[in-house]
T-cell receptor, first 116, second 113 residues
Framework: ETGVTQSPTHLIKTRGQQVTLRCSSQ?????VSWYQQALGQGPQFIFQ???????GRGNFPPRFSGLQFPNYSSELNVNALELDDSALYLC???????????????FGSGTRLTVV | AQTVTQSQPEMSVQEAETVTLSCTYD???????LFWYKQPPSRQMILVIR??????QNATENRFSVNFQKAAKSFSLKISDSQLGDAAMYFC??????????FGAGTRLTVKP
């Protein structure tokens, strides 16, 4: 059983650029959630994908968007990067059955994004 | 909206001793899940323990146990026989029926040898 893998592990971008982060879900999981974790803070929910559709969204602007693919992997895209977007981006996968996930999420090790 | 509060930014414990990390949450829902996650310097969030709100019995996983007080909306984590490897950031998390998980700000636990 493979865990959640994220790529890249580190990334440096310039303000105004666009970035794509990738996540492969754990084998057997069908749902992916994305979180932003600023330094010294708890993770903040960005959005969740289930059946290739957005299935919930936190308080993030539309320039944060995502995709889920038929193999349940996912991408997080951020346009027009701002300095405050610098953070650790965590991906978590889970198994949804009948509209509910009855277990905790499995997290990846994250992508550290630095915007300069 | 649900909120999760961890009032202890930092805690320390002597090796082999017991420590309790506090967490409170705010919700109007009756059916939900609560979690404690550990985040070591490797950054990966590791599930420590989970509690279903409909279960009155407190969850236990080896040296880790919780004190779940639903009416008080309190969910504390007790670590017994603390080990050096327990040192990490600990996050309390709430998950609603729509699977949206909310985290507290975290408690940094230091274990002294």
């Amino acid at each position: 059983e493979t865990g959640v893998t994220q790529s890249p592990t580190h990334l440096i971008k310039t303000r105004g650029q666009q970035v794509t982060l990738r996540c492969s879900s754990q084998s057997g999981h069908n749902t992916v959630s994305w979180y932003q974790q600023a330094l010294g803070q708890g993770p903040q929910f960005i959005f969740q994908y289930y059946r290739e559709e957005e299935n919930g969204r936190g308080n993030f602007p539309p320039r944060f968007s995502g995709l889920q693919f038929p193999n349940y992997s996912s991408e997080l895209n951020v346009n027009a990067l701002e300095l405050d977007d610098s953070a650790l981006y965590l991906c978590a996968s889970s198994l949804t059955i009948g509209g509910r996930s009855n277990y905790g999420y499995t997290f990846g090790s994250g992508t550290r994004l630095t915007v300069v | 909206a649900q909120t999760v509060t961890q009032s202890q930014p930092e805690m320390s414990v002597q090796e082999a001793e017991t420590v309790t990390l506090s967490c409170t949450y705010d919700t109007s829902e009756s059916d939900y899940y609560l979690f404690w996650y550990k985040q070591p310097p490797s950054r990966q969030m590791i599930l420590v323990i989970r509690q279903e709100a409909y279960k009155q019995q407190n969850a236990t996983e080896n040296r880790f146990s919780v004190n779940f007080q639903k009416a008080a909306k309190s969910f504390s984590l007790k670590i017994s026989d603390s080990q050096l490897g327990d040192a990490a950031m600990y996050f309390c998390a709430y998950r609603s029926k729509n699977n949206d998980m909310r985290f507290g700000a975290g408690t940094r636990l230091t274990v002294k040898p």
